[in-house]
């Protein structure tokens, strides 16, 4: 049986990363776009890395450019967006599919651990948080209407 640790992505500058790195940690994954509704959760994502980095906890993000297309830029357009406008300092992916016959097997996974709203897997929207606990579980499941600290209680309880 996988688990997410078994799983490796590539992060922004298209090294390979083996998911085992973050053995131990609480995580976030989020699927991010630079120029959607939800985009000023990024904020709210970065105070809460700066405010538990150092307890084990770390954001995930993986820029996903299928939905409307707010997401059309290259992944290094992506990292500096992210760094110049929001001073993104938690670990961004390569663009990747969350959804449909291209994605990523990291969402298969994730997605097949926490269904969505009436039992439905495919990811909605941009902004959608999958909450995995330190032993690799994933936990929880947020739409991208929460925002991000409104799930600081559910990182505490697992921290």
Request: contains cysteine; aromatic residues 12%.
């Given at each position: ?47 809460l890395y700066e405010k538990y980095k150092n307890k084990d906890f770390m954001i995930l993000g993986f820029p996903s450019?299928?939905?409307a297309n707010q997401e059309p830029g290259t992944n290094k357009e992506i990292a500096e967006f992210c760094r110049l ?75």
């Amino acid at each position: 049986m996988t688990t997410l640790y078994d799983l490796s992505v590539k992060d922004i500058e298209g090294n390979a990363v083996s998911l085992s790195k973050y053995k131990g940690k609480v995580l976030l994954i989020v699927n991010v776009a630079s120029k959607c509704g939800f985009t000023s959760q990024y904020e709210g994502l970065e105070k809460l890395y700066e405010k538990y980095k150092n307890k084990d906890f770390m954001i995930l993000g993986f820029p996903s450019n299928q939905f409307a297309n707010q997401e059309p830029g290259t992944n290094k357009e992506i990292a500096e967006f992210c760094r110049l406008t929001y001073g993104v300092d938690f670990d961004m992916f390569a663009k990747i599919d969350v959804n449909g016959e291209n994605e990523d097997p990291l969402y298969t996974y994730l997605k097949k651990e926490a269904s969505g709203i009436l039992g439905t897997q495919s990811i909605k929207w941009n902004f959608t948080k999958f909450l995995i606990n330190k032993k690799g579980e994933v936990i929880d499941r947020f739409g991208s209407t929460t925002k991000p600290e409104d799930i600081e209680d559910d990182i505490l309880k697992l921290l």
